[in-house]
């Protein structure tokens, strides 16, 4: 047994159905959502040396390239980007999305799909479905079933792991952060991840050009008529102008939601023609996932997503207008 600490194996059919699938074949593909966060890179990862210190084999393709704040992660040539895969893989594992559409990959439907997820809305779209959302990240999913597969922690995927579960938990900010989050992460760091080297590679390793957008982005601040709801957007001009690569952006929605007296932050990103890709945050009481899978999108109560058609002006009227009812509620 790896673990550290008393992780409790979850009472779960989809997660013995998992585990028998995997123990029964050799050859897998790992993939998840486009735009990879920390949880995503990290998860697949993690996912993929722990499988290899089982003897089989793991491939791990995206549809976009990893973010800059990722590039040091343990292994990252791992994961290959491309927008078709083929191969003879026994089974597709694919981690933090609510479709087959979600990576941006094309030629997923070929494999017998498992779908490994944390998110309360994510349809049963796989061959076998384990959703649990109690868990702050499927970071934490994937350590519980290394451990059950009793696959070698080793520090590289230990580092990984970490990752996954600092990033989508706002560095242990957000209301998903749990007694078994600490529990997992100390195990972590007792074998050998140290936090602060993992802290400083997220925070404080940015590129020129991330901060010179971070500066423009700041100057189109606004504060809507409550005081509770402020925004922030990006255009590709943006971009253009400071160098930044659009995967730059990652965690700027944070500013806005950081100024005292506001409970929620929108952050517009200007995507094709008129439309915008929305990130929502929320302090912890109002729950913008509502928002989110009311205009098509999901999340979590406190970090949640959204496309929205329109100009910027129609976007943020749509968007605000929701959350202004959600604040009302």
Known sequence: MNSLSAIERPKSKAFED????????????????????GDSIGSALALALGLEGLGKTADIFGGDPVPRSFVALPAIDKIKVTDRVEGPYDGLLILECNDLKRPG???????????????????????LNWVDSSAAAVGEMIYQLLLAMDAPITLEVAT????????????????????????????LVHLGVRPSDVAQSIHMAHPPERIKLLGRLLN????????????????HQMLEETGAAPNDVEGMVNYPLSIS??????????????SFRVSLRSKDRYDVSKVARLMGGGGHKNAAGLSVE????????KVIGELEKLLDS
């Open 261 to 274: 007296g506001v409970e929620m932050a929108a952050f517009f990103r200007q995507d094709q023609g008129d």
């Open 18 to 37: 998992i585990l028998r699938f995997i123990s029964e074949h050799e050859r897998f593909l790992i993939t998840s959502h486009a735009r990879p966060d």
């Open 310 to 317: 329109g100009n910027r002006e129609e976007a943020a009227g």
């Open 160 to 187: 990984n792991l970490y990752v996954a579960i600092f990033t989508d938990t706002g560095s242990f900010q957000y209301s998903n952060t749990s007694a078994k989050t600490f529990s997992i992460v100390a195990d």
């Open 220 to 235: 189109t601040l606004e504060i809507h008529s409550s005081g509770k709801i402020a925004s922030i957007t990006l255009s």
């Open 105 to 127: 990959v094309d030629g997923l439907d070929q494999y017998f799909v498992v779908n490994i997820d944390h998110h309360l809305n994510t349809n049963p779209f796989g061959d």
